[in-house]
C-alpha cells in the first residue's frame, strides 16, 4: 500500500471542506486504512461517507485487498490539535499538566500556542479560618499538556 498516495487522497477529500481536519491517519500492517477526521462545527455522516468513498474509489481494490474506517474523535477522546481546542471553547476541559498537576476548567480561548482555561477554586482564607472561593484563568502552552479531555456532563 502506497502511504504516500493514501495520505494525498485523504488531503485532497479535506480540501473540498475546509472546515474539516485531519486528526491522524495510520495503515496497518495487514493494509486497514484508518483516517480520523474532525471539523470546526462537527463531523456528519454525509462527510464521513463522502471521504471514505472519495479514496476507497481512488485506491485499486484488484492491486491490493485493503480495508477503509473513516471516523471522528469519540467522546472522551483526548484532544491534539490547536483547531479541536478552538472548537471547544465555553466547554469544560480536564487536563494533565506534563508535571501531572490536574486542572479542570473552561476553555475561554484557544490559538496556535495555547488554551485559556478559566475556574473556581477553594482556598484557605488569607486571614483568619476557613475556605474562600476563587476565581483563577490560566493559559496553558500545548507543549505543557500531556492529556487533554472534553469533561462532558448531562
Same mark, same amino acid.
Given at each position: 500500500?502506497?502511504?504516500?498516495?493514501? @495520505?494525498?487522497?485523504?488531503?485532497?477529500?479535506?480540501?473540498?471542506?475546509? $472546515?474539516?481536519?485531519?486528526?491522524?491517519?495510520?495503515?496497518?500492517?495487514?493494509?486497514?486504512?484508518?483516517?480520523?477526521?474532525?471539523?470546526?462545527?462537527?463531523?456528519?455522516?454525509?462527510? =464521513?461517507?463522502?471521504?471514505?468513498?472519495? =479514496?476507497?474509489? $481512488?485506491?485499486?481494490?484488484?492491486?491490493?485487498?485493503?480495508?477503509?474506517?473513516?471516523?471522528?474523535?469519540?467522546?472522551? $477522546?483526548?484532544?491534539?490539535?490547536?483547531?479541536?481546542?478552538? @472548537?471547544?471553547?465555553?466547554?469544560?476541559?480536564?487536563?494533565?499538566?506534563?508535571?501531572?498537576?490536574?486542572?479542570?476548567?473552561?476553555?475561554?480561548?484557544?490559538?496556535?500556542?495555547?488554551?485559556?482555561?478559566?475556574?473556581?477554586?477553594?482556598?484557605? @482564607?488569607?486571614?483568619?479560618?476557613?475556605?474562600?472561593?476563587?476565581? @483563577?484563568?490560566?493559559?496553558?502552552?500545548?507543549?505543557?499538556?500531556?492529556?487533554?479531555?472534553?469533561?462532558?456532563?448531562?
Amino acid at each position: 500500500m502506497d502511504s504516500n498516495k493514501v @495520505k494525498t487522497l485523504i488531503d485532497e477529500a479535506l480540501a473540498v471542506n475546509p $472546515s474539516l481536519f485531519l486528526i491522524d491517519w495510520t495503515i496497518s500492517t495487514d493494509d486497514k486504512i484508518l483516517i480520523s477526521v474532525d471539523g470546526d462545527e462537527g463531523l456528519s455522516i454525509e462527510e =464521513v461517507v463522502r471521504i471514505s468513498r472519495y =479514496v476507497e474509489n $481512488s485506491l485499486d481494490s484488484e492491486e491490493v485487498d485493503f480495508a477503509l474506517e473513516v471516523s471522528s474523535p469519540g467522546v472522551g $477522546s483526548p484532544l491534539t490539535m490547536p483547531r479541536q481546542f478552538a @472548537k471547544n471553547v465555553g466547554r469544560t476541559l480536564e487536563v494533565t499538566l506534563t508535571d501531572n498537576q490536574v486542572i479542570e476548567g473552561e476553555i475561554v480561548m484557544a490559538d496556535e500556542e495555547g488554551v485559556e482555561l478559566f475556574w473556581e477554586a477553594r482556598e484557605p @482564607k488569607p486571614i483568619g479560618k476557613g475556605n474562600i472561593t476563587v476565581e @483563577k484563568q490560566e493559559l496553558v502552552n500545548y507543549a505543557d499538556i500531556k492529556k487533554a479531555i472534553i469533561k462532558v456532563t448531562f
